[in-house]
């Protein structure tokens, strides 16, 4: 094996080289089924493929947004399998049409039993397919679509069309640190990558889970079609019901069986994909998924034919096993039986921790509506006291706040923050101390929570660490908050002379989490209430092979930088200042008063 490896990085360090001339993938078409009739036998393994093509919808149902895609099934099996250059140009169609990064590229590089792939960064992979092996110089940078520095998760949100920043402004990145470089066995999971002739082919999940999960993106099977999307389950069902994907995704579904060869790779695949995604694996001291099935007893029950099971004991894995919040089930497969998943799910109930956070938050909830019967503002001044309160961080994408101004009408926090910022700095303002109430906030999207950081601390830096490959980032950014184009000391209350406080619960999850980290960590803005709900690793949604749809702790772990060293906020802030009885929270006259009585 040793010798292995060192062959595929001798290669890959040739790769400059090789790459230096246009590779141009070619996919032929075909009719919808071909069968491939000749074997070839080598000394280990024989394989006869099957050939169908299949409608490809990206992230929409609309007849404009479709396209085919070839797939190959072998031995028999059911499993699909992607042509190497197939995934290449599924792959670049994907980057530039999703993510509007139209310098994407890859080139395909064939030597033997190995292929080469070459970003357009200059960062590249090798595939073994004798051993079965993926070899990358370095993964996140490899995988990124984003464009805008290692592991950045908030740049990309805030971009006009020209390129420009609006909102946020990323100024630069410290301590970046990439990866090391990483083997990833697939033969070790049983998962098989095949060669056959000059044609390499590998599973179309694995392809999903490693390659565009940890942009959000996944590739759903449901044995008609491929279907890409974004934002995970939401884009199969929500709120008002399924969508149209989710139509096309369920439809001819519900037998409750799937074959022996699919559960089986399904199951070895979610292995493999939790494995290397998981981002709390030494927190909850799991050494490897195939180990922690065969402890908890699981094993036969994803190995089972019978996928409506499989589901029922994917539930209680994420909830039982996991357990932490930003984990959670979703979706059955297409295969399943819906109503009896359903049905299970409901009777088993939430796990340990989500029951545990919702029971407090209803606390919190009820007792704060006892002094705001007609619903808590997100903007609210008591004396020379001021308040910001929401319970999400969101970004309403239909507003542009430079050509309409926030109200105290607005809900989603770049207005809230944005308005707040611009009543506390008015000429003639009474405010003397600002708190930030996040007693009741569970969190949401990241580039949100550096708004408020920004606008609280003048530079809002979030500190991201990889603990699989080892990378390592702090981004800095500066916000703006009068919307007059510049990212200057007019957009932030830091330097002001103000008292800034952050009011946080057990409650303050995730994002919720991070900003009254980063502001303990800072010195610069006092806690205030108990405890924050931790909450470090980013979201990631992720598929199994067999169509089941649910969300992990991504590998991508928020952390704040002290010394120089990297510490992960899964534990919380613990306050500055405790409070104990849940009514002091919210008797906001009372709670101005004390703050006056601090000095």
């Not at 396209?67 to 599924?90: I, Q, R």
């Not at 007893?297 to 909830?319: A, C, H, M, V, W």
């Not at 088993?348 to 509506?369: H, N, P």
């Not at 309403?396 to 989603?412: G, H, L, N, S």
Request: proline residues 3%.
């Amino acid at each position: 094996m040793n010798r292995k490896i060192k062959k595929v990085i001798s290669a890959a360090l040739a790769c400059t080289i090789i790459f230096g001339s246009t590779l141009t993938a070619q996919v032929t078409a075909s009719a919808d089924t071909t069968t491939t009739a000749v074997s070839e036998s080598t000394a280990v393994k024989s394989y006869k493929l099957k050939k169908k093509t299949v409608k490809t919808y990206l992230f929409s149902a609309e007849k404009e947004a479709t396209t085919k895609t070839p797939l190959y099934y072998v031995n028999g099996s059911d499993v699909p399998y992607m042509k190497v250059e197939d995934w290449a140009d599924l792959y670049k169609n994907i980057a530039v049409g999703a993510f509007g990064k139209t310098d994407f590229d890859i080139k395909v590089q064939k030597d033997g039993d190995t292929v080469y792939l070459m970003r357009e960064n200059d960062f590249f992979m090798g595939i073994d397919f004798t051993q079965d092996l993926f070899y990358f110089w370095d993964y996140n940078a490899f995988i990124d679509v984003f464009g805008n520095g290692l592991m950045d998760v908030t740049s990309s949100m805030f971009k006009n069309p020209d390129g420009t920043s609006k909102y946020v402004k990323e100024l630069s990145s410290t301590n970046q640190r990439y990866g090391d470089q990483i083997m990833m066995d697939l033969g070790e999971y049983g998962i098989d990558l095949v060669q056959k002739g000059d044609d390499y082919y590998i599973p179309l999940q694995t392809l999903s889970d490693i390659f565009l999960a940890p942009s959000m993106v996944n590739l759903l099977y449901n044995g008609k079609a491929i279907i890409a999307i974004g934002g995970g389950a939401s884009a199969i069902a929500g709120e008002g019901g399924m969508t149209e994907l989710g139509k096309l995704y369920y439809d001819g579904g519900g037998s409750g069986k799937i074959s022996k060869e699919m559960a089986e790779y399904s199951y070895n695949e979610l292995c493999f994909a939790l494995d290397r995604l998981y981002g709390l694996k030494d927190q909850h001291r799991i050494k490897d998924f195939p180990t922690l099935m065969k402890q908890i007893g699981y094993e036969p029950y994803f190995l089972s034919t019978n996928q409506t099971r499989t589901e029922k004991r994917l539930n209680d894995l994420i909830n039982n096993s996991l357990d932490d919040l930003h984990s959670s089930y979703q979706l059955p497969s297409y295969a399943a039986d819906l109503m009896t998943v359903v049905e299970y799910i409901q009777k088993k109930g939430s796990s340990r921790s989500s029951t545990a956070l919702q029971e407090r938050r209803i606390e919190l909830m009820t007792a704060r509506a006892q002094f705001n019967p007609e619903g808590v503002p997100g903007y609210q001044e008591v004396g020379d006291t001021a308040f910001i309160t929401f319970d999400n961080f969101t970004v309403d994408r239909a507003k542009d706040y430079y050509t309409t101004a926030p109200t105290a009408e607005d809900k989603d926090t770049i207005g809230i923050i944005a308005y707040s910022v611009q009543q506390i700095l008015r000429k003639d303002s009474p405010i003397k101390n600002v708190v930030l109430d996040l007693s009741c906030n569970t969190g949401g999207t990241v580039g949100t929570a550096v708004y408020t950081l920004g606008a609280f601390l003048g530079k809002a830096s979030v500190s991201l660490e990889d603990p699989n490959t080892g990378a390592l980032v702090t981004h800095d950014y500066k916000v703006d908050t009068n919307f007059d184009g510049k990212f200057n000391s007019k957009d932030t209350l830091a330097g002001k002379g103000l008292n800034l406080y952050c009011l946080t619960s057990s409650v303050s999850f995730s994002c919720g989490n991070l900003v009254p980290c980063a502001f303990k960590n800072s010195g610069k803005v006092t806690l205030l209430g108990q405890t924050s709900g931790g909450g470090s690793c980013a979201v990631m949604h992720l598929s199994t092979a067999s169509g089941s749809i649910f969300n992990i702790s991504s590998s991508m772990r928020m952390s704040f930088l002290k010394n120089g060293s990297f510490y992960d906020i899964d534990r919380g802030a613990d306050p500055d200042i405790p409070i104990t009885k849940t009514e002091h929270y919210y008797d906001r006259e009372a709670l101005a008063e004390y703050i006056n009585g601090l000095f």
